[in-house]
């Protein structure tokens, strides 16, 4: 499956994803049909529980989820405990999750992902950016590996709770 392919159909489930909260179990089997029409997709199954929604889809025997309100399963990249899971994918070759953390967090997770780059083993490159933004600070650091496998970023962030900058985000991709 394509990464633009693969994208598209994050974007879409993402907006089914809203009808599918407001509709409940009927929009999940229309939405499923949908997505199942596009050429090579197949076995669409979208979940929605406890206010969390999963999406798996299987085409060219790969599988991707996307969704869901846990970190995936086969990390190798540790996760800090005490984040809200706001995002995450898998597939046979990918993993992402999203999360987010108070914002006092911020340097915490900062110093946490740097000692694990530390202590890789691996050549591990390091960026970092302040930007302001209507007199918001706005930090972000990140970590990826020299072969790409690994990347991993903290940032400042919007609460999907409160609308304002006072969230710490961690987003970490690894490729399998």
């Known amino acids: 499956m394509t990464r633009k392919r693969v994208l598209v159909l994050a974007v879409s489930v993402s907006a089914l994803a809203l009808i599918v909260a407001a509709c409940g179990g009927a929009a999940e089997?229309?939405?499923?049909?949908?997505?199942?029409?596009?050429?090579?997709?197949?076995?669409?199954?979208?979940?929605?529980?406890?206010?969390?929604?999963?999406?798996?889809?299987?085409?060219?025997?790969?599988?991707?989820?996307?969704?869901?309100?846990?970190?995936?399963?086969?990390?190798?990249?540790?996760?800090?405990?005490?984040?809200?899971?706001?995002?995450?994918?898998?597939?046979?070759?990918?993993?992402?999750?999203?999360?987010?953390?108070?914002?006092?967090?911020?340097?915490?997770?900062?110093?946490?992902?740097q000692s694990w780059a530390d202590g890789s083993g691996q050549e591990v490159a390091k960026s970092e950016s302040t930007y302001e933004s209507d007199g918001t600070e706005i930090r972000n650091v990140s970590w990826s590996t020299d072969d790409g496998s690994v990347f991993v970023t903290v940032s400042d962030c919007i609460s999907v709770e409160t609308g304002e900058f006072d969230s710490a985000c961690v987003t970490i991709y690894e490729q399998s």
Do not use: H, R
């Open 29 to 113: 089997v229309v939405n499923e049909q949908l997505l199942e029409s596009i050429e090579g997709v197949e076995n669409v199954e979208i979940n929605q529980d406890d206010g969390t929604f999963e999406f798996t889809i299987e085409e060219d025997g790969e599988t991707i989820t996307i969704g869901g309100g846990e970190v995936p399963e086969g990390l190798t990249v540790p996760v800090p405990n005490g984040g809200q899971v706001v995002g995450a994918a898998s597939s046979d070759t990918d993993i992402s999750v999203s999360l987010m953390f108070p914002g006092d967090q911020y340097e915490d997770l900062v110093a946490q992902y």
